[in-house]
């Protein structure tokens, strides 16, 4: 069934549940260094941990206090009020990945409620979405299945276990159900996981990648027949890797429940797995609201209970929200509604921010970003804020700007800066990418292309300007394209008349 | 050299002090011990083999004019359910035998900097679970008064090795009693600190909110001085209070002066004075020291805590709770027993045939009872209902130290049972703790010290003293005095009644195997 054929006879409700982590210097309630703070991320398994995130007998959880304030600014930013008194909980079920086999998680006291985020589609509509709540948690560690055919644990020989991960902090922030999204209901959910990556980034307490996990998102889709006021069997679709897959997996669900419906079936309450490569879902665990994770208040711990003058201090630190942060860059940077619209959907508006803020023009910085960075992210298959820092192209922006450069040579220090091989002005040294500025030597090599051109020559004593081009072609051969063109053709144009 | 492990803790730390012996010395002496009756009493599950390399250590510092704590080179024994590098810690459990753990539990860290020397660690009941020591995975302990009775438990392998003299004091936990009910059935001294006062970091959790690490000896002083070395805050433990406290020793010295009982409210609570369940003797016992007291000039007051009826009921709903999930961690993936089905299985198979194979009978009656009790739909009624009882007996606390400066009941219903006499009925066993319990539901700090032998068995009966939280010195004081009362009555500690068991155990050979 097509999608506008879905939405003819259902309304889709949609439920997010976005996982943060964040980007503290040690785990949740461990001295354990955190494998999701930045720079961090590609340790060896089982070298970041200690008792505590190993649950060794004994060992005794300690509250992280900057992953609170972390968590109390996210809880401002997403409109939330504030608990004075939140408790943690223990959520009780057995799985190896789950060291103590209970997540320190929050249950009937969480940090965060009653929120509301407003974001932005593409075309510029504003939807608001309301947010339940906002709860701290720590992550489980990772299961790798070996010998399956799948890298599923079904058909599995054995399983390893890398606890790195186990106690990283997160903080999971869940939707109301979002109403009245209709065809839009995919996009809704795309945009507003893009919403609050821009918003932990900008308030700089996750590095929000979601290719490494950083963020998270599990999406529930619903449908109801048109002018049924209950709700339908939701699932729960997981392993949504990337914003693109969070519209296409959305949107998949919507078709293929709709498919169910129409054709008198019952949907299951299931968590489903989306398959990024073949754009389908399919049926994970059969998920009950029965489940009995036997929650109770965890006794190793006090309840958190941030004073009024922190929720406060924090608060007055909160940066722009995303959408009045866009009004005022687009006037700034002086971008048209598209230019500025495109930067926007290629989710490259940070890096194109942080690279103005580190002295490129606007203009230079949303080039490197949507061009030559994009195109190689792209080849690569990977982000482009992967390939190099903000700071790293506005170097490289300003030796071109100030003439040090060539777009061309340019391009060369960036493939350096990608290979690693360090700064823009280590690498311009280390591969001799300088421009030529002696005239001395230019003026050496025009006279020999002059004299061996002596058509061309005669051309341009004729007036014919452009005929200079194939004696600068030659001479920025000569020199490796290591010379600035402008320079050499009024060189060439003056040696001519000598 | 007289017997070396005849003298108190103070009374070896002065001798080492003033150089007429050595930890090595102190040290052996207990090792001899040790090899002597704990084949009968089996108090220990592991000796520490490098004890007299530690010993020497402390040894060569002193030599050498180092200034040291005033405890160094005194030996000390561990209850197994405490973390300790290079030596196992099983918490008496099939679970963790040969477990070694890569860490010290905050005591211990703080007792080795005192210089005290580990001699080994000591029996338990599995995972902290009993009464008795008889749930221990490695064989029970026995009494030292009496071989055929259980030494109490959880703690009797620390309490029995301090009332043997296999060691001048011990590290202990009490969640329900664990400290205080083996003090007062084997003749020895047992502190519950208030709860936070101690570090828990370590200490093998049974019931999170409810565990508490504290001294057992077999004099009041000798419990301050190490409640002196081990309290304090501990920023690894969420739990543990601030505050900043006084000296128990100094509080202990205090007791001895003259006058120290005068003007100070006991509060006889009477819930858990006498009564059913609780033996003639015992009743007896606690008569004569409160008339001991009163002679002192304390003023003897009757308090009432309704609630304290409902704490046995409410303590076996929460503790279950707690232990069913702090107990889910025992489940082979990462360390301890591994028990692989025949023809080998999911991880979920593992898991199963591990806990099926490596937890005893009583562990698993608790972790039952406790996923019961946490379930959906029974949540309210058990552990909800649990924990409004356990409000109650707080405010029963408070309003009955509005008048009383401090609590008294006896530290236990009955004197030592014979082993095996309650094994088949839990009940009965829980019902031994009626006295002890109250203290931890209400996070307060409680003592047991000897207060005589029971005349119709001839076995050693305790007095318990509870305080307000925070005011463990009190206690310290308050035990001492009246130790010192009953050892002028007595003409000596009670302990020098017991049997000599190095004669005893002879028998035990001439009569096959006990």
């Known amino acids: 069934m097509d999608f506008d054929k879905a939405l003819e006879l259902y309304e889709p409700v949609i439920g997010l549940e976005v996982h943060v982590e964040l980007s503290t210097e040690t785990k949740m309630f461990s001295s354990a260094p955190n494998p999701a703070a930045k720079g961090n991320h590609s340790a060896a398994p089982n070298t970041q941990i200690t008792p505590v995130c190993l649950g060794l007998p004994g060992s005794l959880p300690v509250v992280n206090e900057k992953a ?3 968590s109390i600014s996210l809880g401002l930013a997403l409109g939330c009020e504030i ?30 409620f009653e929120g509301s985020l407003d974001v932005e589609l593409e075309d510029g509509t504003v939807i608001t979405v309301p947010i339940e709540r906002a709860h701290m948690e720590e992550d489980a560690g990772k299961l790798t299945h070996v010998g399956g055919a799948t890298g599923r644990i079904q058909g ?67 449908l109801r027949p048109r002018g049924q006021e209950k709700l339908g069997t939701r699932t729960e679709t997981k392993n949504v890797n990337s914003l693109r897959s969070i519209e296409r997996a959305v949107r998949y669900e ?120 994009s195109r190689i992210a792209n080849a690569q298959q990977v982000e482009p804020a992967s390939l190099a820092t903000p700071q790293q192209i506005a170097e490289i922006v300003v ?22 091989e360090g700064t823009p002005a280590e690498i311009v040294e280390a591969r001799g990418l300088k421009v030529v500025s002696d005239d001395g030597a230019l003026i050496a090599a025009i006279d020999e292309a002059l004299a061996s051109q002596p058509d061309v020559l005669a051309k341009i004593r004729d007036g014919k300007v452009q005929a200079a081009g194939a004696v600068i072609g030659a001479v920025m051969k000569a020199m490796k394209g290591q010379a600035d063109a402008a320079r050499v053709r009024e060189l060439v144009l003056e040696r001519a008349q000598a | 050299m007289s017997d070396l ?66 405890l160094a080179g005194v030996p000390v024994a561990i209850k197994d359910v405490l973390c300790t590098i290079g030596m196992p810690s099983t918490a008496g459990s099939k679970m963790l035998e040969g477990w070694v753990p890569p860490y010290d539990a905050t005591v211990v860290e703080r007792m080795k900097a005192a210089g005290l020397i580990a001699l080994g660690k000591t029996n338990m009941d599995e995972f902290a679970m009993g009464s008795s020591t008889e749930h221990s995975a490695f064989g029970p302990t026995r009494n030292p008064w009496n071989l055929e009775r259980i030494p109490g438990g959880s703690g009797g392998g620390s309490a029995a090795a301090v009332a043997a003299f296999e060691a001048p004091f011990a590290l202990g936990s009490d969640t329900g ?19 936070g006062g101690v570090s828990r970091y370590g200490a093998i959790a049974l019931a999170s909110s409810l565990d508490q690490v504290g001294p057992v000896s077999r004099t009041v002083l000798d419990s301050a001085l190490l409640h002196d070395v081990i309290g304090g805050h501990d920023p690894k433990d969420s739990t543990s209070l601030k505050d900043a406290w006084p ?111 490596g937890l005893g009978d009583e562990v698993k009656r608790r972790i039952i009872l406790g996923t019961y009790a946490l379930s959906a739909g029974y949540y309210d009624a058990y552990y909800g209902s649990a924990q409004k009882v356990r409000t109650l007996i707080q405010q029963d606390f408070s309003n009955a130290f509005e008048q009383a400066d401090v609590l008294v009941s006896p530290a236990a219903p009955t004197t030592a049972f014979k082993l095996g006499e309650k094994l088949d009925d839990p009940l009965a066993m829980y019902l031994n703790d009626i006295t002890t319990i109250p203290a931890n539901l209400a996070g307060v700090p409680g003592i047991g010290l000897p207060m005589g032998l029971a005349p119709e068995d001839g076995l050693p009966v305790g007095i318990q003293f509870m305080a307000p939280a925070r005011e463990d010195a009190r206690l310290y004081t308050v035990g001492a005095a009246l130790e010192q009362l009953l050892e002028e009555r007595w003409g000596g500690p009670l302990l020098s009644q017991a049997p000599d068991l190095a004669a005893s155990s002879m028998l035990a050979v001439s009569d096959g195997a006990i």
Request: glycine share 8%; with cysteine; net charge negative.
């Open chain 1, 68 to 70: 609170v304030r972390y």
């Open chain 1, 83 to 112: 608990a004075p008194t939140s408790r943690f909980a223990r959520k009780n079920y057995f799985y190896p990945d789950l060291a103590k086999n209970y997540q320190i998680s929050q249950y009937d006291e969480p940090i965060a």
């Open chain 1, 156 to 222: 599995a020989e054995y399983s390893l276990v890398d606890y790195n991960r186990a106690g990283v902090p997160l903080v999971e922030i869940v939707t109301k159900p979002i109403f009245g999204g209709e065809h839009r209901a995919p996009e809704i959910a795309k945009a507003y996981v893009a919403t609050i990556r821009d918003i932990v980034r900008a308030l700089g307490i996750s590095e929000a990648r979601m290719e490494r996990g950083n963020l998270r998102c599990d999406a529930n889709v619903s």
């Open chain 1, 254 to 373: 919507i078709q293929r429940q709709a498919v169910i419906l129409a054709g008198g079936g019952s949907i299951t309450q299931e968590t489903r797995h989306w398959h990024e490569d073949t754009g389908v879902t399919s049926a994970g665990r059969p998920k009950s609201d029965a489940d009995d994770y036997r929650y109770f208040p965890e006794p190793d711990l006090l309840p958190v209970e941030p004073s009024l003058e922190l929720i406060e201090e924090l608060r007055a630190a909160l940066p722009e929200p995303p959408a009045a942060l866009r009004r005022r860059l687009k006037a700034d940077w002086g971008f048209g509604d598209q230019e500025f619209q495109d930067v926007v959907n290629s989710g490259l508006l940070v890096e194109v921010e942080e690279t103005i803020a580190a002295g490129a023009s606007a203009t230079a910085a949303r080039k490197w970003w949507m061009g030559e960075l």
């Open chain 1, 399 to 420: 030796l071109v700007e100030s003439g040090e450069l060539t777009d061309r040579l340019a391009r060369q220090v960036l493939e350096g800066v990608i290979a690693g």
């Open chain 2, 5 to 70: 492990t005849r003298l108190t803790a103070a009374e070896l730390s002065a001798g080492l002090t003033a150089g007429e012996f050595t930890s090595v010395d102190a040290t052996q002496a207990h090792l001899d011990r040790i090899a002597a009756v704990d084949g009968d009493v089996h108090a220990y599950l592991h000796v520490n083999a490098a004890a007299l390399a530690e010993a020497e250590a402390v040894d060569a510092r002193r030599a050498a004019g180092e200034q040291l704590p005033e």
């Open chain 2, 177 to 195: 009693g664990s400290i205080r009910q083996p003090a007062a059935v084997t003749g020895s001294v047992g502190v519950k600190p208030t709860y």
């Open chain 2, 247 to 357: 000296s128990f020793a100094e509080a202990a010295r205090a007791g001895k002066r003259d006058g120290s009982l005068k003007g100070l409210r006991v509060g006889v609570v009477k819930q858990i004075a006498g009564g059913e369940g609780f033996q003639a003797g015992v009743t007896q016992r606690f008569g004569e020291s409160l008339e001991l007291l009163a002679d002192a000039g304390a003023e003897i007051v009757e308090v009432s805590a309704p609630n304290f009826e409902y704490a046995v009921a409410a303590y076996y709903l929460i503790l279950p709770a707690e232990a069913s999930s702090n107990l889910a961690k025992f489940d082979s993936v990462r360390f301890g027993l591994r028990v692989t089905p025949e023809g080998g299985g999911t991880v979920e198979q593992v898991m199963a045939a591990t806990r099926e194979a």
